[in-house]
């Protein structure tokens, strides 16, 4: 499938509502938004892996938003080795602008067990930079794929490391923080009374954790405590 191909395919598929409701999103009018829905993008994207694999990138241009929204995709669902897929990752997180983009792309990438071990090692190797929105693919990583005894150490040090005050940044601190209190709330309650926390993403923290129906009242009463 080439690139005409695949933007009548999207141009097809796009409604006008859903244009004004997804350019809501990013409202610096960065990008061209065509109004096509996540569930349509993904089946496309999978019948692009189906016929030409991770190649299919090379028919995808940085046009308009949804064709961003595609090229990730195609790299989550191609069937490779994390390891192998690492230099597209790092190409795509190069164009990645915008926390959807990169929120999309997270969920998309499934990890088996020896993939989940090179994920790991790929975020301690890239974790440093200070790109806001390598930043939050480390964080959303993490978030949604090692909240686990294994590793959160390792993740609430990260978290807590990070010093940003890039908007986007830190209310991917602020969801990490809020999500790992359901399981260690005790953990991250400790490190809201060191006040390591900027007092953005410490207030955020709290609010997100307390809005939660899995956080006990007990706790939520002590992180009430604890606002700046």
């Not at 990730?72 to 164009?95: N, Q, S, T, W």
């Not at 790109?131 to 390792?154: A, Q």
């Amino acid at each position: 499938m080439n690139n005409k191909e695949i933007k009548e395919i999207l141009y097809s598929k796009s409604e006008h509502g859903y244009q004004q409701f997804t350019s809501s999103l990013t409202p610096d009018g960065k990008y061209r938004f065509l109004g096509v829905r996540i569930p349509a993008l993904r089946e496309i994207a999978r019948q692009l892996v189906k016929e030409d694999g991770i190649s299919a990138i090379n028919d995808l241009s940085d046009d308009s938003f949804e064709e961003l929204l595609l090229q990730g995709f195609v790299i989550g669902y191609c069937k490779m080795p994390f390891e192998e897929k690492k230099p597209y990752i790092l190409a795509y997180l190069d164009k990645c602008d915008s926390w959807s983009l990169i929120d999309s792309f997270v969920s998309t990438i499934k990890l088996n067990k020896k993939d989940r071990e090179e994920c790991w090692k790929f975020l301690n190797d890239i974790m440093l930079t200070d790109k806001p929105y390598y930043i939050r693919y480390v964080l959303v990583t993490m978030l949604n794929r090692y909240l686990d005894d294994d590793h959160i150490d390792d993740v609430l040090r990260y978290t807590v490391s990070v010093k940003s005050d890039h908007y986007y940044v830190e209310m991917a601190q602020a969801w990490l923080l809020a999500t790992a209190c359901i399981k260690y709330g005790n953990s991250v309650i400790e490190i809201l009374k060191e006040g390591k926390l900027n007092d953005f993403v410490h207030n955020k923290t709290i609010q997100k954790a307390i809005e939660s129906y899995r956080i006990t009242e007990e706790q939520k009463t002590v992180l009430r405590s604890l606002r700046k």
